[in-house]
């Protein structure tokens, strides 16, 4: 299978500051993505998409960010709050594949208050 | 509108017993899946279905079986269940053409299983 891997397992942040959350993907031919957000005993929950013609997509208090070049993706989340802990996940997209996902192993959010 | 239902939440099971998980959409989705997740494997994909009556194999089918005989249902099947197989599992159904905003997956709330 397609390899999308995070470059941190764990991340702890203090209430009120900003996150970053990394992710690599292997395949160059990906042309979407996007980031989940799993709590504890629950199924991922989409939090914003990106295709790969974007280098940067932003929602509420998160922004995407694509390079295409080192194949990075990188999840920001301002002024994380509590409500923020969780696990997520990117997932890539591979064309010839059709709705097929191939997702990371995920990266564990702590917010500190 | 309940999106993607999974029943049941938990189950155990001892080695070589047969079980179902059920997977209900009511978003009109054309494409449904099952995965497991396992602690860091990320989740993996067992079977999928693009339509009502088709399935296909995804990464990791073995000892696993699935049907989709209505659109909104999806099943998957553990014939002769090992330890191996004890894990999250999670139905997830998504539209066919992609579009923006969650053109990816609807998640079930998942079914922890555990085969002793």
């Known amino acids: 299978g397609e390899s999308v891997g995070l470059h941190l397992p764990t991340l702890s942040v203090q209430e009120g500051d900003n996150s970053i959350i990394n992710c690599a993907y292997s395949n160059s031919a990906s042309d979407y993505f996007i980031w989940y957000k799993q709590e504890s005993g629950k199924g991922p929950q989409f939090i914003i998409d990106i295709r790969s013609n974007m280098d940067k997509r932003q929602g509420q208090r998160v922004t995407v960010l694509l390079n295409k070049t080192v194949k990075h993706l990188s999840l920001q989340i301002a002024a994380t709050q509590p409500g923020d802990s969780a696990v997520y996940f990117c997932a890539e997209n591979i064309p010839v594949t059709g709705n097929q996902f191939y997702f990371g192993t995920g990266t564990s959010l702590t917010v500190i208050p | 509108n309940a999106g993607v239902t999974q029943t049941p939440k938990f189950r155990v099971l001892k080695t070589g017993q047969s079980m179902t998980l059920l997977c209900a959409q009511d978003m009109n989705h054309e494409y449904m899946y099952w995965y497991r997740q396992d602690p860091g494997m990320g989740l993996r994909l067992i079977h999928y279905s693009v339509g009502e009556g088709t399935t296909a194999k995804g990464e990791v089918p073995d000892g696993y079986n699935v049907s989709r005989l209505k659109k909104q249902n999806f099943l998957l099947g553990l014939e002769s269940a090992a330890p191996s197989q004890t894990s999250v599992y999670f139905c997830?159904?998504?539209?066919?053409?992609?579009?923006?905003?969650?053109?990816?997956?609807?998640f079930g709330s998942g079914t922890r299983l555990t085969v002793v």
């Open positions: 997830a159904s998504s539209l066919a053409q992609k579009s923006w905003g969650n053109y990816g997956y609807t």
